[in-house]
């Protein structure tokens, strides 16, 4: 298995407290991602990053934020958690992105009561 | 990236091949063609991923068709432990959008 390691696993956490969401990987690899998935639904793109520093958005980027300073940490803030943020929370990394595939962490259950 | 287009379920007896299709009609040239899967709440997990020629390995086949609108996985002797959600997904890119895809059941 990839080394890819999400924490916490689950989380609750009150409406309007900042959230931080870590993803660490012993891969080396250059593409890290966020994704949301809600019940019943595929995987959402939050934010990903294409190197240390390097991010972007995905389809659903409001009320997140990412830093990657180091390339094996990819964070994931919720700077003022909404009950609409229930989810659950998966990271991704990938390397040569046409010529790999890329790996999935166990993802991080959060709920905002 | 492309959109693509699959059945929301199937259904298919133990030891059986599963045929899961899916549409990529707008799909250009540069663009793969990949298969997760997602068993029950775990992170989805890759299955095999193709550009124009059929490829195959040790979980599945990928049979590409020549104008490369649409694909198919096939799981040539699914067990019950195959019974997931599979995505087919078409990029260019560095990133994959999921859409809803396929509940594959397997059944005893």
């Known amino acids: 298995d990839a080394g890819i390691t999400q924490s916490p696993r689950h989380k609750v956490t009150e409406t309007g407290t900042p959230v931080t969401l870590r993803c660490h990987q012993t891969?080396?690899?250059?593409?890290m991602y966020w994704y949301r998935q809600d019940p019943g639904h595929g995987l959402r793109l939050i934010h990903y990053?294409?190197?240390?520093?390097?991010?972007d958005k995905g389809e659903v980027s409001d009320g997140y934020s990412v830093s990657r300073s180091k390339t094996e940490d990819f964070l994931l803030t919720l700077e003022s958690a909404t009950s609409s943020q229930t989810s659950v929370y998966f990271c991704a990394i990938s390397d040569v992105f046409s010529e790999t595939e890329a790996f999935f962490g166990q993802g991080t259950r959060l709920t905002v009561v | 990236d492309a959109k693509t287009t699959q059945p929301p379920s199937m259904d298919c007896a133990e030891g059986r091949a599963a045929n899961l299709p899916c549409n990529h009609s707008t799909i250009s040239g540069n663009e793969y063609v990949y298969w997760y899967r997602q068993i029950h709440s775990q992170g989805p997990q890759y299955i095999i991923h193709g550009l124009k020629n059929n490829e195959t390995n040790e979980m599945a086949s990928l049979i590409i068709t020549e104008d490369r609108k649409s694909s198919t996985l096939i799981l040539p002797h699914a067990t019950l432990r195959d019974t997931a959600v599979y995505y087919c997904i078409a990029t260019s890119g560095s990133r994959l959008t999921f859409g809803e895809g396929t509940q594959l059941t397997v059944n005893p």
């Open positions: 990053s294409y190197g240390v520093k390097d991010t």
């Open positions: 891969e080396n690899h250059r593409y």
